[in-house]
Nanobody
Framework: QVQLVESGGGLVQPGGSLRLSCVAS????????MGWYRQTPGKERELVAI???????NYGDSVKDRCTISIDNAHNTVTLQMNALNPEDTAVYYC???????????????WGQGTLVTVSS
């Protein structure tokens, strides 16, 4: 049973920084992609940043100059560093993982439960 365990959300002052981490528990898979999306009420979920297991990255337009995503395949962990946060970054942030199993499951996509990031003074 694979679970995504998120950590690092909370209250941040404008201009501050935050680090979000997500661990994919379990075994028997390879990481195809891991990343972070965010969502605010009434809006669609949007990409923040995503990385392949090989380290190729892609960022959402609204954060690309302020974020860095990195992956640790040995520990099935993805980390998102966000800087220069502003109130528009307030959202629930969701970890996602596309994992490839060697058995009949093949490719499976997982989502975390979400962690709230609030940017406010």
């Amino acid at each position: 049973q694979v679970q995504l365990v998120e950590s690092g959300g909370g209250l941040v002052q404008p201009g501050g920084s935050l680090r979000l981490s997500c661990v994919a528990s379990g075994r028997g898979f390879e990481i195809n992609t891991m990343g972070w999306y965010r969502q605010t009420p009434g809006k669609e979920r949007e990409l923040v940043a995503i990385t392949t297991g090989g380290g190729s990255t892609n960022y959402g337009d609204s954060v690309k100059d302020r974020c860095t995503i990195s992956i640790d395949n040995a520990h099935n962990t993805v980390t998102l560093q966000m800087n220069a946060l502003n109130p528009e970054d307030t959202a629930v942030y969701y970890c996602s993982a596309g994992l490839v199993f060697a058995d009949e499951r093949g490719f499976v996509e997982y989502w975390g439960q979400g962690t709230l990031v609030t940017v406010s003074s």
